[in-house]
């Protein structure tokens, strides 16, 4: 495809379900990036991967949020028993490699909302 | 810790017109970037510029430069002649290769008046 595409674009759910928010690179990125974005908030950094690797987990917001990419292409962002704070758009990007020197095309989002 | 602050949540200007919109960032490394994203009713973001941190010289993008004041830790942007099409909100980012993290302000949101 031509840019980073996500799926699905809206997700609602119940308090307490799991979700799994897709996002599919620029074919031969390397780098991937997941961010959070809260209404009226900046952008959350949660996760970066490096290929298939994710050097630093740290930003994820709880142990109820994971990520893994496979076959450094396709990542999923997955949030297990939702709580109505998860409630925000999630954005992915992808840059040829890591670092600043390269630029990052973002997805559209996927905006979830907890109910 | 690195910081990122946008003290203006609204702004508007009139169309044709010269508005800068400001940042000021915090980091202790040397070796970083600085960023301005747009980002539209539309939700995509787009890189609208970005700064080296080594290099002195102002980065231009057409209509769009910055003010890069690295002593003061200042990084503000300047688009010239404003089009409608410029409304959108813009946040301002860093990136330090230390941490290899972006953190984004909280975004200004720019109105271009017709």
């Known amino acids: 495809g031509a840019g980073v595409s996500q799926s699905p674009s809206n997700k609602v759910t119940e308090k307490g379900k799991d979700v799994e928010l897709r996002c599919d690179p620029i074919s031969g990125h390397t780098a991937l990036y997941w961010y959070r974005q809260s209404l009226g908030q900046g952008l959350e950094f949660l996760i970066y991967?490096?290929?298939?690797?994710?050097?630093?987990k740290s930003g994820l917001p709880s142990d109820r949020f994971s990520a893994e990419r496979t076959g450094g292409s396709v990542s999923t962002l997955t949030i297990q028993r939702t709580q109505q704070e998860d409630s925000a758009v999630y954005l992915c990007?992808?840059?040829?490699?890591?670092?600043?020197?390269?630029?990052?095309?973002f997805g559209p989002g996927t905006r979830l909302t907890v109910l | 810790a690195q910081t990122v602050t946008q003290s203006q949540p609204e702004m508007s200007v009139q169309e044709a017109e010269t508005v800068t919109l400001s940042c000021t960032y915090d980091t202790s490394e040397n070796n970083y970037y600085l960023f301005w994203y747009k980002q539209p009713p539309s939700r995509q973001m787009i890189l609208v510029i970005r700064?080296?941190?080594?290099?002195?010289q102002n980065a231009t993008e057409n209509r769009f430069s910055v003010n890069f004041q690295k002593a003061a830790k200042s990084f503000s942007l300047k688009i010239s002649d404003s089009q409608l099409g410029d409304t959108a909100m813009y946040f301002c980012?860093?990136?330090?290769?230390?941490?290899?993290?972006?953190?984004f302000g909280t975004g200004t949101r720019l109105k271009v008046l017709a």
């Open positions: 991967f490096q290929g298939n690797s994710a050097p630093d």
């Open positions: 990007a992808s840059s040829k490699s890591s670092g600043g020197v390269n630029e990052q095309f």
């Open positions: 980012a860093l990136f330090t290769s230390g941490t290899y993290k972006y953190i």
């Open positions: 700064q080296e941190a080594y290099k002195q």
